[in-house]
Structures are given as C-alpha cells and as structure tokens.
C-alpha cells in the first residue's frame, strides 16, 4: 500500500482540482450579474485548464488518469493491475467527495443556486429537444460515451502512445473544453464518474429528497462504455505493437 499512497494521493488532489475548479466556475457564474456572466465558454475553459494542469502534474506519479472511466478502461486491456485500479477509483471519488464539501461549504448558502446546484451536471435534453423518460436517458448515454470516447482517445493519443506530442495533460484539457462546448448544454458533459458524483452527493444534500442522483447512472455507464470503446481501437489498431 505504501507504493500506493503518493499515486493515491495524486489522484486526489487532481480530481479536487477539477471538482472543485471546474464546479466553481459554474457556481459563479449563476451568481454574477447578468452581463458579468463568464457564460459556457467560461465553464469549459475552466473545466480544461483544470484538467490540463491536474493531468500534467500527477502524469509521471500516478499517470494522471483523474477518471474513473480512465482508470476502469486501462484496467480492462491490461494497463494497470486490479488493485491499483480500485485504490485510484477509491482516491478520486475521495477527490471529487471533498471539493464538492467546499463548494457546499463556499455556496451553498446561496438561494441564486437552488436551481443550479454546486455545478452537478444534469441531463437537460428535455428542454432542448423536447424529449423525457427512456429516450432521454438513452440519448444522454450515447452523448456521454461519445464524448467520454474523444477524451480517451486524447489520453491515448497524447500520454499513451509512445509517439505522443511532449504536451503534457493540455490536449487532454482541449479535449475537455471543446467537449464542453457541445455537451455542456445537454447533459453537462461530464465524461468522469468522479466529477458528477463528487458535487451531486452535496447537492442532494441541501435540497430536499434525492431527485439530483436520479440521472447519476447515466455518468457511470456513459462514460465507461465510451472509454472501453475508444482504449480497444486505440490499443488494438493504432497503437504500435509491441517488439
């Protein structure tokens, strides 16, 4: 265990990162004036710089996975062992669980974010589409794989395959902020287990009943279909073989 605690630990702080830097950029942005917004452009780069930095600096202690969706698909083709893959999921969730307490902490006060929450991503294609019950569920899943799938493959294609550009975690952070940019308005663009739960859990909390967690499943399976999808490609038809 001890050759656990620093990737552990490193996974931790990296998803608090996110959490709490990605989830207070939506909270501030409900509490600002109008005109004042930083708006959905605002939210992703935050969400991204976030990553971008959290992945950089926890990339050579723990491989700056950050995801839980990330850690499941390199323990599905061999890239990490069972037990480190269950501690780093335990971490982040730990991350994620403890930012979501300061943003409670921070803004939870605040009756302006009754309707918004702590940053928690819902599912919002009813309002754009018109649409409820299995079919939005079903088409927020395959928004959250095919999202989730551009992010890993991102991973893949920047911190995996040997051959990767030297740019640390910041195409993975563009992958994120772009994702945002398109799936932020229909289903929050989530693409982590971590992050959705780690605000969703306090959210739930300071709202009566636990209507918040009732679209959370949509946050788990998304996103690791969507990471298994795009690791087996990536391993099995581009990433060089093994000499």
Not at 172 to 195: C, E, F, K, Q, Y
Request: glycine share 14%.
């Amino acid at each position: 265990m001890r050759n656990l605690l620093a990737p552990c630990l490193a996974e931790l702080v990296g998803v608090f990162f996110l959490t709490f830097l990605g989830g207070g950029a939506i909270c501030v942005n409900e509490l600002l004036p109008e005109g004042q917004k930083i708006g959905l452009i605002g939210i992703a780069l935050a969400h991204g710089l976030a990553l971008s930095i959290g992945v950089s600096a926890s990339m050579n202690v723990s491989g700056g996975h950050l995801n839980p969706a990330v850690t499941i698909t390199m323990w599905v083709y061999g890239q990490i062992d069972t037990m480190r893959a269950v501690y780093y999921v335990i971490f982040q969730l730990l991350g994620a669980l403890l930012a979501g307490a300061l943003l409670a902490l921070v803004f939870g006060w605040s009756a302006a974010l009754t309707q918004a929450g702590l940053g928690t991503p819902h599912v919002g294609l009813h309002n754009l589409f018109n649409v409820g019950g299995w079919q939005e569920y079903l088409m927020a899943t395959a928004i959250e794989i095919v999202l989730t799938a551009l992010l890993v493959a991102s991973i893949f294609g920047t911190a995996v395959d040997p051959r990767a550009p030297k740019i640390g975690g910041f195409g993975i952070g563009l992958t994120v902020m772009a994702d945002i940019l398109v799936g932020g308005p229909l289903t929050g663009a989530a693409m982590n287990p971590a992050r959705a739960l780690g605000t969703a859990v306090w959210e739930a909390a300071l709202k009566p009943g636990f209507g918040v967690l009732a679209d959370h499943w949509v946050y788990w399976v998304g996103p690791i279909i969507g990471g298994i999808l795009a690791g087996g490609i990536y391993i099995n038809y581009i990433l060089p073989e093994k000499s």
